[in-house]
C-alpha cells in the first residue's frame, strides 16, 4: 500500500473516534491499525489536524465529528488464515473495519474492540 493510501486510511480512522477526546498516545494506537511506521503515523496526525478531523492540544486530541465505528455495519467477519494486525495472534476468524478507501484488519476480537475504543 502507497503511503498516500495509508494516510487517507488513517485520517477515515481517525474521523470515526469513539471517545471525546483522547491522549496523542490512544489515538497513536488506533493509528497503529494501519500503520507501525512513525513517520506514517506522524503523518496522519498531521494530515487529519490539517483537514479539521481532530484537534490537537498539546497531548490531547478531539474528534470534530461524533461519528464512530458500528460494528452491525462497518465491522466484518470473515473466516480464513488470519494473523491479527494488532498483536500477531493467529486466526481463524478476522475482524475487519470497513472504511471508505478500503479495509482495516485484520483483528481478533478483543483487538477489534481496542482499535475501534470500546476496551
Known amino acids: 500500500m502507497r503511503q ?13 473516534l469513539e471517545h471525546a477526546e483522547l491522549s496523542v498516545a490512544d489515538a ?42 458500528s460494528f452491525e455495519s462497518e465491522v466484518v467477519a470473515r473466516d480464513g488464515d488470519f494473523d491479527c494486525q494488532r498483536c500477531g495472534t493467529g486466526l481463524s476468524t478476522g475482524y475487519f473495519i470497513r472504511l471508505d478507501d478500503g479495509d482495516v484488519g485484520p483483528y481478533g476480537s478483543t483487538c477489534i474492540r481496542k482499535v475501534t475504543g470500546r476496551e
Not at 493510501?5 to 470515526?16: I, S
Not at 488506533?30 to 497531548?59: C, H, M, S
Open 4 to 16: 498516500e493510501e495509508t494516510v487517507e486510511l488513517g485520517v477515515q480512522l481517525l474521523a470515526r
Open 28 to 69: 497513536l494506537d488506533r493509528v497503529e491499525a494501519v500503520t507501525g511506521e512513525p513517520a506514517v503515523q506522524r503523518a496522519i496526525l498531521e494530515a487529519a489536524e490539517r483537514r479539521g478531523v481532530i484537534e490537537r492540544d498539546g497531548r490531547t486530541v478531539r474528534p470534530a465529528s461524533t461519528a464512530y465505528v
